[in-house]
Antibody, heavy 119, light 112 residues
Framework: QVQLVESGGGVVQPGGSLRLSCAAS????????MHWIRQAPGKGLEWVAF????????FYVDAVKGRFTISRDDSKNTLYLQMNSLRTEDTAVYYC????????????WGQGTLVTVSS | DVVMTQSPLSLPVTLGQPASISCRSS???????????LIWFQQRPGQSPRRLIY???NRDSGVPDRFSGSGSGTDFTLKISRVEAEDVGVYYC?????????FGPGTKVDIK
């Protein structure tokens, strides 16, 4: 059974750091381009970061450039999002997903992990 | 950045009746390979999003055939032929042609 399980969320003060993890089971992460997408409380979806299937390209939304880093550990089949210099506006549920795959039935989402940035 | 707009933002529907959501982009979503990368997601209350449609009109496995996507260039539509109770939720379009990828604001579908 395919699963993506995010972890690492929590409450952090402005300026702090967190590292989110997304453990995959039932499929190999390096087969797909992977994304982090976030959703502020009661708001819509916002695309945050992308890593190409082979890890050679990474892209970020302007709001997180220079502060967030997406990476992957193929030996652990796990995706990461290192978040530094966190701001209150980064408060959101963070999802890992591979929504852009062009094969039917192979687009997966995790359950999300909540990051709250507050003093 | 490509701005995605959706209308309506709220859509009360009658069970068994059709529903239609429009999604427009601020620039063409045709990629250099000739494909158009426009995705539709459903987010039921309290759940993670789920992809319904990719590349404008390709339905995902397990998605009921009452859902269909159409459109081209900058103008796209998601149609539900006969709304069922399980279709309640928020529907988002997302373009994955241009960086950064961007979502529409969402259309909330509920039952009248």
């Amino acid at each position: 059974q395919v699963q993506l399980v995010e972890s690492g969320g929590g409450v952090v003060q402005p300026g702090g750091s967190l590292r989110l993890s997304c453990a995959a089971s039932g499929f190999t992460l390096s087969t797909y381009a992977m994304h982090w997408i976030r959703q502020a409380p009661g708001k819509g979806l916002e695309w945050v970061a992308f890593i190409r299937f082979d890890g050679t390209k990474k892209f970020y939304v302007d709001a997180v450039k220079g502060r967030f880093t997406i990476s992957r550990d193929d030996s652990k089949n796990t995706l990461y999002l290192q978040m530094n210099s966190l701001r209150t506006e980064d408060t959101a549920v963070y999802y890992c997903a591979n929504p852009t795959v062009v094969t039917p039935g192979t687009a997966y989402w995790g359950q999300g992990t909540l990051v709250t940035v507050s003093s | 950045d490509v701005v995605m707009t959706q209308s309506p933002l709220s859509l009360p529907v009658t069970l068994g009746q059709p529903a239609s959501i429009s999604c427009r982009s601020s620039q063409s979503l045709v990629y250099s390979d000739g494909n158009t990368y426009l995705i539709w997601f459903q987010q039921r209350p309290g759940q993670s999003p789920r992809r319904l449609i990719y590349k404008v009109s390709n339905r995902d496995s397990g998605v009921p055939d009452r859902f269909s996507g159409s459109g081209s260039g900058t103008d796209f539509t998601l149609k539900i032929s006969r709304v069922e109770a399980e279709d309640v939720g928020v529907y988002y379009c997302m373009q994955d042609t241009h960086w950064p990828f961007t979502f529409g604001p969402g259309t909330k579908v509920d039952i009248k």
